[in-house]
């Protein structure tokens, strides 16, 4: 029964209820409990904020939607910031035995000024399951790019999945091979404890949606952070907590039909 309703949500309800969703792009869970605003909270949506890292870090992320251990997905990434050209990778995972998406991604950015820096990334998606015979797969880009007009305010440009190829057998539809996404967003550090972002986006299933998210440090090393996504409503919430060279951070999201979804990341600086 629970494999039964696995392969339901898997294929129903992405086209339903989860509007927009990706399984193999979740951000970093500092993102997800700031309402999801990925263009300018994680590298792993806007390769171009690799080149705003001060120092190189490892990541790994794991979120489980709605309580069942068959829809977790989990990330790994290594960061190399510097001068001449950033780089990183990256390694998805999504789902259990019976279907699985693995996505590998090579990111590259380069701060053109003291004002923009611009990200690639080239990314191979692959489906293994036991539903299709035959094996299909993915290959994209994407380019993020950001400005700074002035200091402590950031805006960002994410283009997503523009280009992309599909390999192997064409005829099987899978919607996270061909998501593509343009978002825009912008960050404000109101004062050294508070932080605002909003982004708006269009996308393959929604002319138009959103998202806003604050973070607050009411102590050094600790963080609380709230956010919101539209269409539908999904609000979150997360704290983080830094123990140099560690920090970890905890998010959770609420489905008005589903439930709650969480996730936990680790970080590493080094």
Known sequence: MKKHLCWILLFFYPSTYLSAVNNLRIADIRSIGMGGNETLSSALFNPSLLALYANNRICINYFNRYGLQELGAFNGSVYFPNRILSFGI?????GYDAYRESQFRLLLAKQLNKQWALGVGFQYAFLQTELFEDKTGQLSTDIGLTFAPVDKLLIGLLIMNLPSVQLGDKSIEIKDFKT??????ITWEVINTVFIVCTVENNDEQAVAGAVGIEYQPFKDFSIRTGI???PLLPSLGIGYCFPPFSVDVAIVYHPVLGISSGIGLQFTF
Do not use: D, P, R, W
């Not at 990256?90 to 999504?94: A, D, R």
């Not at 593509?180 to 967003?185: A, F, K």
């Open 229 to 231: 996504k539209g269409n």
């Open 180 to 185: 593509y996404l343009i978002q825009i967003g």
């Open 90 to 94: 990256n390694v998805s995972t999504f």
